[in-house]
């Protein structure tokens, strides 16, 4: 049995301290998945389960306070999963899978983030001295292998021949592109934003005044740190009765921790071909714009045609809310394809890629 999309919805996409910057993950996450619900004229009682990805909010099951929060049945337990980044995405694939074996009739599955009011993080110092704050959680066992985002991506245009101007020109197309988008009909508005804040005319003047991160990237080809959530409804042919988009294929996979950047690729392949589909097949490809140099490397590493790629721009002109950013993709590629295939596909701190295959028929 193959597993259908038949709504999905996300909240805006604001920089982290910006509009959104009081709402817990409950107040972002709520009110969208009583919104994928109501599209999909499901009612809250049918709900068998809600999985949800979050990477920043410390723990204590946030797909129970989701559940609880916009309303669903109290025998809804909540999934949170914590793959960083590919989590949303991976949160529609372990959808599918229960829909598909037959473990449930309906699942919402989606993310959120919340950067602005992510808990402080300290590690206890073993000799007893003051805890250490930290940014970035270790994603290997090897801190020789466990680079910094920035510089990792820095490293991959190095050593691919991706300079700044390069970056900074894909960077000034992402907005080009989302500024001439209507995304009304998949965002559900909150505390008054119904667009994503941070899609600006971006041009390569402005670009080239950015602030260096490290190597070619910049705060302007950097996607920034978000507040977001996303969601989909996921059933089965029976309950969908046509409608939607079908989960073709879909893959996760590791890849090498010291270039994660990369790891979609492997991740696309492997979905495709499960899917039996080449890259000039795709309608349609959300690829997730971390970082311009690291977006440029997956498209040219797949094989992907850029006119395909990110039609109404990408996070580099949204924002990156980590949980979130893979289900919005996913998102994007409901409201968008109307015919043939779309392709979905994010990068993950350590060495991980995510993908799916969404098919319109």
């Known amino acids: 049995m193959t597993a259908r999309i038949i709504a999905a919805r996300?909240?805006?996409v604001v920089?982290?301290?910006?509009?959104?910057?009081?709402?817990?993950?409950?107040?972002?996450?709520?009110?969208?998945?009583?919104a994928v619900l109501a599209d999909a004229g499901i009612a809250a009682d049918q709900v068998d389960e809600l999985i949800c990805a979050n990477a920043l909010g410390a723990g204590g099951n946030p797909a129970r306070r989701v559940a609880l929060a916009a309303g669903l049945?109290?025998?809804?337990a909540g999934l949170s999963i914590d793959r960083q980044c590919a989590g949303g995405l991976d949160a529609i694939a372990l959808a599918a899978a229960l829909v598909a074996s037959?473990?449930?009739?309906?699942?919402?599955?989606?993310?959120?983030?919340?950067?602005?009011?992510?808990?402080?993080?300290?590690?206890?110092?073993?000799?007893?001295?003051?805890?250490r704050p930290y940014e970035q959680a270790p994603f290997t066992p090897w801190p020789d292998r466990d680079p910094d985002m920035a510089q990792a991506a820095a490293a991959l245009g190095a050593r691919l021949g991706i300079g700044r101007e390069e970056a900074d020109l894909y960077a000034v197309e992402s907005h080009r592109?989302?500024?001439?988008?209507?995304?009304?009909?998949?965002?559900?508005?909150?505390a008054d934003v119904g667009r994503d804040s941070?899609?600006?005319?971006?041009?390569m003047a402005v670009a080239g005044r950015a602030k260096v991160i490290s190597g070619p990237v910049t705060a302007a080809n950097t996607a920034v740190a978000a507040d977001a959530a996303g969601f989909v409804l996921v059933v089965g042919p029976q309950v969908a009765a046509g409608r939607g988009l079908r989960i073709a294929a879909s893959a996760t996979l590791g890849a090498d921790p010291v270039e994660p950047g990369l790891a979609p690729v492997p991740a696309i392949a492997a979905s495709m071909g499960r899917a039996g589909l080449r890259p000039g097949d795709l309608a349609q490809a959300e690829v997730m714009e971390a970082y311009a140099v690291q977006a440029i490397a997956c498209i040219r590493g797949a094989g992907l045609d850029?006119?395909?790629?990110?039609?109404?721009?990408?996070?580099?002109?949204?924002?990156h809310p980590i949980g979130a950013s893979g289900a919005i993709l996913a998102v994007r590629l409901f409201h968008d394809l109307r015919a043939g295939r779309g392709l979905a596909a994010i990068a993950s701190?350590?060495?991980?890629?995510?993908?799916?295959?969404?098919?319109?028929?």
């Open 102 to 131: 037959g473990q449930a009739r309906m699942v919402i599955a989606g993310g959120v983030e919340s950067h602005s009011l992510r808990p402080l993080r300290a590690m206890p110092d073993p000799e007893g001295g003051p805890a």
């Open 306 to 319: 850029p006119a395909v790629v990110n039609p109404k721009g990408g996070a580099l002109a949204r924002g």
């Open 73 to 76: 049945p109290e025998r809804v």
């Open 198 to 203: 941070f899609t600006r005319r971006l041009t």
């Open 177 to 190: 592109r989302a500024g001439g988008a209507d995304f009304r009909p998949e965002i559900v508005p909150l």
């Open 10 to 12: 996300r909240t805006a």
């Open 15 to 34: 920089p982290q301290g910006g509009a959104f910057s009081r709402l817990r993950i409950e107040d972002l996450a709520a009110p969208v998945v009583q």
């Open 349 to 361: 701190a350590g060495g991980i890629g995510a993908a799916m295959v969404l098919a319109a028929d």
